[in-house]
């Protein structure tokens, strides 16, 4: 009898692995990890120029990977996205919403245009990819979704917008549960705490060692190591969870010693 009949794949076979927001600091450090693990990736971003450089460096280090450009708050760029990779490589087996902003705004300086903007690229178009990738994953009966969340969407932010679609994004992750029911799919979200990339700014930078208690910002390639792990066999029992990667900084410290200015 198969102990694992729901991972036809593992790591060392490679999977199709579809990342958003690709040209980031985040998702370069990501993509870096999974490249290492014989994985083939499927960059996106908004830019396609940024996009072609990340996957330049991902190359010269031996990875397989692709640039596509596409915005992900466009249902006719998501559907053009799936022709376009499906002509490339075929399926996707992992789909990775990375795409995201962070608008420093509070209350009264938003307003409702750009506070449905940042709606819009952190949870809509991770809604709207994976409905339009889940179909291949339900053909094939296995297939892993990761959504990358933040603890902001737990513990309340500054920035309501942020904050908001975060907790959106991750409530979106436990909702689907329903819909992939014994079908081999898993769909997760990680949610990071401070993590090292040109987007944290420097009171952030000079609060994070008395605040998060390992001391250090969490590197983009830790997150890689998590999400590379959620590709085995060995985590198909992990399920509907929101895997916190922030040095423990949720269970003990405010971000801010004062609101921002």
């Known amino acids: 009898m198969n102990p694992n009949p729901h991972a036809p794949h593992d790591a060392r076979h490679g999977l199709n692995v579809l990342i958003t927001g690709a040209a ?3 998702c370069r450090g990501i993509n870096k990890r999974l490249g290492k693990a014989g994985h083939t990736l499927l960059c996106v971003d908004l830019d396609l120029e940024r996009c072609q450089a990340a996957v330049a460096e991902l190359q010269a280090e031996g990875a397989i990977a692709y640039a596509f450009a596409a915005d992900v708050t466009r249902q006719e760029d998501v559907e053009r996205l799936r022709g376009e990779i499906k002509d490339t490589v075929g399926d996707v087996q992992v789909l990775i919403n990375a795409a995201g902003i962070l608008d420093r705004k509070m209350l009264l300086d938003h307003d ?3 506070f449905a903007r940042a709606v819009d690229i952190n949870l809509v178009g991770p ?4 409905r339009a990738f889940a179909e291949d994953m339900l053909a094939a009966n296995w297939g892993r979704i990761i959504n990358i969340s933040s603890i902001a969407g737990t513990t309340g ?4 917008s942020y904050a908001a679609s975060k907790a959106g994004l991750s409530n979106l992750t436990r909702s689907l549960l329903m819909d992939f029911w014994g079908t081999g ?9 401070v993590v090292d990339t040109p987007m944290v700014i420097q009171q952030v930078r000079d609060q994070v060692p008395n605040k998060v208690p390992t001391g250090r910002i969490v590197n ?4 890689g190591a998590l999400i590379a792990f959620l590709l085995t066999g060995d985590a198909q029992s992990i399920n ?3 895997l916190v990667i922030d040095g423990g900084a949720t269970q003990i410290f405010r971000l801010f010693d004062a609101a921002p200015a």
């Open 127 to 130: 809604f709207a990819l994976i």
């Open 24 to 26: 980031g600091g985040m």
């Open 240 to 242: 509907g969870a929101d």
């Open 112 to 114: 409702v245009a750009s």
């Open 157 to 160: 932010y500054p920035y309501p």
């Open 220 to 223: 983009p390639e830790e997150i």
């Open 185 to 193: 799919i898993t769909v997760n979200s990680v949610c990071p705490g």
